[in-house]
């Protein structure tokens, strides 16, 4: 059983900062992908940032220069750096991980949502 459990949303102005933080607990061998998601009310589900294990980052365009992705493996955590907020920013944040567990099987995680809202 894996567990991610997420934490610093909140609501914050116009041009603010936010830090979300995710941790992954559990029988957990290895993490090849940790991420953020994001859903805005009447939106689907869209990608948000990733961090794989080799190092690879990837953003979607909309938060490029904006948001910063960071993990700390030996943690199993993941944090998303948010800065210069925008209202379109509002939404419900998820975590997500590429989880191989103690037992060998491969599966993708999510954490509960924490919300986001951006407004003056």
């Known amino acids: 059983q894996v567990q991610l459990v997420e934490s610093g949303g909140g609501l914050v102005q116009p041009g603010g900062s936010l830090r979300l933080s995710c941790v992954a607990s559990?029988?957990?061998?290895?993490?090849?992908?940790m991420g953020w998601y994001r859903q805005a009310p009447g939106k689907e589900r869209e990608l948000v940032a990733t961090?794989?294990?080799?190092?690879?980052?990837n953003y979607v365009e909309s938060v490029k220069g904006r948001f910063t992705i960071a993990r700390d493996n030996r943690k199993n955590s993941v944090y998303l750096h948010m800065n210069n907020l925008k209202p379109e920013d509002t939404a419900v944040y998820y975590c997500?991980?590429?989880?191989?567990?103690?037992?060998?099987?491969?599966?993708?995680?999510w954490g509960q949502g924490t919300q986001v809202t951006v407004s003056a």
């Open positions: 997500n991980a590429d989880v191989v567990t103690g037992d060998w099987i491969r599966g993708a995680y």
């Open positions: 961090s794989k294990i080799d190092g690879t980052i």
């Open positions: 559990g029988s957990i061998f290895s993490i090849n992908v």
